[in-house]
């Protein structure tokens, strides 16, 4: 169980989350929704380690992952909103690198890469510098690099922005099939997409989770809870 306990968070004296709460299960994962500027994208910055909380913590398996953050790292996939691939390496060289970087030894490493290259349909490219490739192909690049180790924790920050719709659908067919032994938790506004494969939709509203919904429930009424909040703001 991954559990995010009493998060908060400011830019200078602006707060932007106060008081995050809620837990993830490994084959249950959430999609947190809100509008632009919620604070969703830094409230997965913190959980990846990239940013430090006022205040708070996540737990996993009871352990507060901020005692032993290097054996938390081996255990996380993050893919961030922003892309940022050293565009002078080529794509397979990259990854290689990213998973022995992530603890991975490098023999293993060059199995798990190829693997990987082929589940994402990146096998093509595999020789091509990152720097060449569109934004849609440096964005799978990227999911690719996030589930290298198949983590436990998986943090992934607007999945389907800049993606066509095959690479939509093989992003949901590839997080879809990770959820099922790995905690995940994704931000984004594309419903349709993540109600397929997410269990909840968690609100962040006002620095906090205001709501959670069922992704059973009907998804015309979820879509426009969703688009009310959107359009809302804070």
Known sequence: ????????????????????????????????????????????????????????SAFLDNRNVSINTIRYRKQLGYMPEKIALSDDMKVREYLIYRAVIKGEVPRRATRRVDEVLKLCSLSDFSRKYAGDLSAGLKKMISLADAILLKPRILLIDDPYSGLDVASRNLATDILSTYAQNSSVIVTGHEIEELSKWVDSFLVLEKGAISKAVSAGEDRSALGLMVRKVLEGGE
């Open 1 to 56: 169980m991954f559990e995010v306990r009493d998060i908060s968070f400011a830019y200078d004296k602006d707060k932007v989350l106060n008081g995050v709460n809620f837990s993830v299960a490994p084959s249950s994962p959430v999609a947190i929704v809100g509008a632009n500027g919620a604070g969703k994208t830094t409230l997965l910055k913190i959980l990846a380690g990239l940013a430090c909380p006022l205040a708070g």
